[in-house]
């Protein structure tokens, strides 16, 4: 991931690279000013990121025509993402337009129709709506009592702003590009040259275009499933400031002592989003004991000991150390963030470990977390309360892992998990869980098919599909709701296995087998013989290229796999109870 | 600045944005002489020169430049005051 933005020029001179190779990802722009700047923009900055985005650029102001002719361009293109982008100043002759009654009800009126586009999008194409909140300008035909009058267009802005919010957390399948809050930071006289406006209907500046390209794809990639999971934290002048092992607990930098402030309040921020599922780890050049001393004893530390998922201070190299934290935790190193004051470590960091994302920290600590906000590091496009318990979850793991040394086999060490499974059919508490499982998984998943919530409640209503999830614990804990399996009915005497998925966290303890088992079990009631399974391959799903063979299918091709369940004994030993 | 500098600033500046090393502006250059320039890389031209010389242009000084002299013209006098 890029954590510099570069210039409109150096995007678009990137439209001249080669493309093949990169993940394409079909998209529609429509807009309601001139779109040529934002339509370059969003494909330079994707193949900066490694994603061709194949664009269909609406003409100028059609996303009436484009999205209520049911024979439009846009259909006929049938993209994965519409995005329409709309401005400000455009809203703001509608608005003019209007009756003093019509202006009171014009924010309403702007989510209703909002919501007229997502209904009709979707009532023709799968493909997800990503949509812009308005700058919230003041055209001061009332001055600062415009905040005070329904009538006036700063009221109705930022009315509207909020319908398109409580909008799209209804909609599944609508998102929000927050153009209001980045036009906030940047301010909107550096997001609006008016001279490109009067001569060309453009209503980003060059300079606001990068930004904004950032965010749409900042949007995609969350849904499409690639997003930041966990940040790594170095200690000394990064989580605190000074040197733990020189100045001792009571003299570093915390609370309201000195630069304290600016560590207080991204301990702060961290602690917010690991509140949000995202998983903090520690790894520092320490001796472990005295770092861990202020997580423990500080009266100002926010972070605590219950924070850190994995906390791993020695003198091994970071690179070391950031491999071993990366095992225990099961995720991408595409996922990972990296945190050091240091600019030879983060270097050093980088050259080994090439996917993790290591932000170029500025110097003064007082501008660490203003500049970590900018970078939008941490997007996502699902939240359930379940992500606020994964730190638990891997702490746990981190146990169970110095627990596996003291057994002699590995079978005595899962019996003594003593691990109960409950299999059920998904319903309305799992459903939201599973698309998000769909969107998160990339390693133990065959297929890689994305699903939302929406996609997903459509296959439990469906009479030719099966499904079955699984939530695993055990005597450490309570993992959730760890795989899933989809099964359609291919014909009478065949399932065809659309979906299998599983959580990285639970391998290693007979969940495919017991699952393998369980699928068995659903085929034989419903009268089917035959299970068969495919593989597709990805760049991250190659630890289950050869699943399907080690369970005891028969290749037949095509990446496909069939099992013959009358033919089939197991002579696995699985140690999970069926609950 | 003397005129002649301008034009050879804005040659690089032109290169650069049209990503065409063979540019040679002249004063009385117009976008019918270079292929790539049309109103799109107008818009970023302009950005780019205000950006060098740190000046504004109004909307009206733009649209009445007729080639490149006028633009350099139009700089200098930026400069100058």
């Not at chain 1, 998209?27 to 990121?49: M, P, R, T």
């Not at chain 1, 019509?102 to 997502?118: I, P, R, T």
């Not at chain 1, 812009?132 to 009221?155: C, H, Q, R, W």
């Not at chain 1, 520690?282 to 472990?288: A, G, I, L, P, R």
Request: with cysteine; proline share 3%; hydrophobic share 40%.
């Amino acid at each position: 991931m890029l954590t510099d933005i570069r210039s409109f020029n150096t995007l678009k001179k990137n439209l001249k690279k080669p493309v093949e190779g990169l993940k394409s990802i079909r998209i529609a722009i429509l807009a309601d000013s001139a779109s040529q700047f934002i339509h370059q923009a969003i494909k330079g900055y994707g193949i900066e990121s490694g994603i061709h985005y194949e664009v269909f650029e609406a003409d100028y102001n059609q996303i009436d025509r484009q999205v209520f002719d049911p024979g439009s361009e846009l259909y006929e293109y049938a993209p994965d993402y519409v995005i329409i982008l709309r401005s400000v100043e455009r809203l703001l002759k509608k608005f003019y337009g209007l009756s003093t009654a019509d202006k009171e009800n014009f924010a309403d009126q702007q989510a209703a129709y909002m919501d007229g586009l997502y209904q009709q999008i979707s009532s023709q194409l799968k493909a997800r709506v990503i949509t812009n909140t308005f700058p919230e300008i003041n055209d001061n035909v009332f001055g600062n009592f415009g905040t005070k009058t329904k009538a006036s267009f700063l009221y109705q802005v930022r009315k509207t702003n909020m319908g398109l919010m409580e909008l799209a957390g209804q909609r599944k399948n609508l998102f929000l590009v927050d153009l209001s809050s980045l036009v906030g930071a940047k301010g909107y006289e550096a997001s609006f040259d008016p001279k490109m406006y009067i001569s060309a209907d453009m209503v980003f500046s060059l300079d606001i275009l990068p930004y904004l390209a950032k965010h749409i794809h900042d949007v995609i990639m969350a849904i499409a499933g690639s997003f930041k999971k966990c940040i790594i934290l170095d200690l000394d002048n990064t989580t605190w400031g000074g040197i733990i092992g020189d100045d001792g607990m009571e003299g570093i930098q915390i609370g309201d002592l000195g630069l304290g402030k600016a560590f207080t309040d991204l301990q702060l921020w961290v602690k917010e989003l690991r509140k949000r599922g995202i998983i903090v780890a520690v790894c520092s050049k320490n001796t472990e004991s005295i770092a861990k001393e202020p997580f423990l004893q500080h009266p100002d530390m926010k972070l605590r000991m219950e924070d850190i998922a994995v906390f791993v201070a020695n003198w091994e190299t970071k690179v070391d150390n950031i491999r071993y934290i990366q095992g225990i935790l099961n995720i991408g190193f595409d996922s990972m963030v990296f945190l050091d004051d240091n600019p030879f470590e983060r270097e050093m960091v980088k050259q080994n470990i090439p996917d993790i994302t290591v932000p170029n920290l500025p110097e003064d600590p007082a501008e660490y977390l203003p500049y970590l906000r900018t970078l939008n590091l941490f997007e996502t496009a699902s939240f359930t309360e379940e992500d606020s318990e994964r730190t638990k979850q891997y702490q746990e793991e981190a146990n169970r892992s110095i627990l596996q040394k003291s057994f002699t086999s590995e079978g005595d060490f899962l019996k003594s998990l003593g691990m109960e499974c409950e299999v059920k059919a998904f319903d309305n508490f799992t459903i939201p869980r599973i698309a998000q499982l769909s969107q998160r998984s990339n390693q133990f998943n065959l297929r890689t098919v994305r699903y939302t919530e929406e996609e997903v409640r459509d296959i439990t209503q469906s009479p030719d599909r099966y499904t079955l999830s699984f939530s695993l614990k055990d005597i450490y804990g309570d993992y959730g709701l760890i795989a899933f399996v989809i099964l359609n009915k291919q014909d009478n005497n065949t399932l065809f296995i659309d979906s299998w998925i599983m959580s990285c966290r639970v391998l290693k303890r007979g969940m495919e087998v017991f699952t393998l088992l369980s699928i068995i079990d659903l085929a034989k009631t419903h009268g089917f013989n035959r299970i068969i399974g495919e593989y597709l391959p990805t760049k991250k799903n190659g630890l289950v290229q050869d699943h399907y063979q080690k369970l005891g299918f028969t290749s037949i091709g095509d990446s496909r796999w069939e099992l013959d369940i009358n033919q089939f004994t197991n002579d696995k030993q699985v140690h999970i109870n069926r609950k | 600045m003397e005129q002649g500098q301008i034009l050879q600033q804005l040659t690089e500046l032109f290169r650069d944005v049209l990503e065409n090393d063979d540019i040679v502006l002249t004063e009385t250059t117009t976008a019918n002489d270079i292929e790539e320039w049309d109103s799109l890389y107008h818009i970023q031209l302009v950005v780019a020169i205000e950006k060098h010389y740190k000046i504004k242009f109004t909307a009206s000084e733009i649209q009445s430049w007729k080639n490149v002299g006028d633009m350099a013209k139009a700089v200098a006098t930026k400069l100058g005051a």
